[in-house]
């Protein structure tokens, strides 16, 4: 069984540590190069407001990326978070406009839609023994399917007052002084509390395990149809909390907000230093390569370059990452 890479129950290894240290190094190490070089060269980049704004953009993929993060260590991957997070989001606008919901309402809304159609992937999955690659596409399409039937393929508004505060207010913020927005403080809880149940609880060294060897992880007791199943809950209830934040920002909900969510939740976890292989990562890694990828899409934009520069730079990045997990130090298999 391959060692946890996150948890210090593991047995440290000179190559488990240096795999642990690199992993989330090398896209830290480029964020600050690239930070230090857009403050070189560009104005506007350095100031407190383009930084928050940096942070806030990157909160919802961060927030789906966490729960990658964790599918991705289990030995999975999950296509439908995008998805998820649109219907999530639909399901709460509608119950609000339409139905009276208030503010928690829309919110509980959300988070139990999202649940629901995370554990539908994890039983299919688990259950059927159907690889998740396939199970989580097929959910992608039906989610957006429902989440257009649902909204009429319309955006939908109306949300109870006070909902935009999650994505638009800030703590301690007022007409005369910045504070620190909601968007973001609702990331870095979930990034917390993600790291902590990886790294210092059963589940999370599960997840490792199997992801590391599933073989071995059957043979030593692990119950590998709850935690496959479990870990799909866990993205989707996460996604649940993303379409909260998305939907709250922009003060409406689209059937297809999530289109493209699910490569950017990926991208953020690889760049991180999660390996794809399964059984090795982390959360604070994670949170890095979102705030890379939001990074690049900021300096594009302020250097007056189209989208199609941006998603050139991270793809190449993408692929760069994945390359380094394959050959990296310490990470070859």
Not at 58 to 63: E, K, L, N, P, S
Not at 97 to 115: E, F, I, Y
Not at 247 to 262: F, K, L, P, W
Request: hydrophobic residues 50%; glycine residues 16%.
């Amino acid at each position: 069984m391959q060692d946890d890479p996150s948890t210090p129950h593991s047995p440290a290894t000179g190559r488990g540590l240096l795999s642990r240290v690199s992993g989330a190094l090398a896209p830290l190490s480029f964020l600050i190069l690239l930070g230090a070089a857009l403050s070189l060269t560009t104005p506007h980049f350095s100031t407190r407001d383009n930084l928050k704004q940096i942070a806030v953009q990157a909160a919802v993929v961060a927030i789906l990326a966490c729960g990658q993060t964790a599918v991705i260590i289990a030995g999975h991957i999950d296509l439908s978070v995008g998805a998820m997070m649109a219907f999530a989001g639909v399901t709460s606008a509608v119950g609000m406009s339409q139905h009276g919901l208030g503010v928690w309402g829309g919110v509980a809304a959300a988070l139990l839609v999202g649940l629901g159609a995370g554990t539908a992937s994890g039983l299919i999955t688990a259950l059927g023994r159907i690889p998740s690659f396939i199970v989580t596409l097929g959910m992608m399409g039906v989610v957006y399917g429902l989440g257009g039937i649902l909204s009429g393929s319309r955006n939908v508004g109306g949300l109870a007052p006070g909902f935009e505060v999650f994505g638009s207010r800030e703590l301690f913020g007022d007409a005369t002084r910045d504070g620190i927005p909601y968007a973001i403080l609702i990331m870095l809880a979930v990034a917390i509390a993600m790291h902590v149940l990886l790294s210092r609880t059963r589940w999370g060294r599960a997840l490792y395990a199997m992801g590391g060897n599933r073989e071995a992880a059957r043979l030593s007791g692990i119950p590998l149809a709850w935690s496959t199943t479990s870990v799909f809950m866990m993205s989707g209830l996460l996604a649940g909390i993303a379409a909260v934040v998305n939907v709250s920002r922009t003060n409406i909900a689209q059937h297809d907000a999530g289109a493209g969510y699910e490569l950017y939740a990926v991208a953020a976890t690889v760049i991180g230093g999660t390996s794809l292989f399964g059984g090795q990562g982390g959360i604070f890694g994670t949170l890095i390569g979102a705030l890379l990828m939001f990074t690049i899409r900021n300096g594009c934009a302020l250097n007056g370059l189209d989208a199609n520069y941006e998603r050139a730079v991270i793809g190449v990045v993408v692929i760069l990452a994945v390359l380094y997990d394959r050959y990296g130090p310490g990470r070859g298999r």
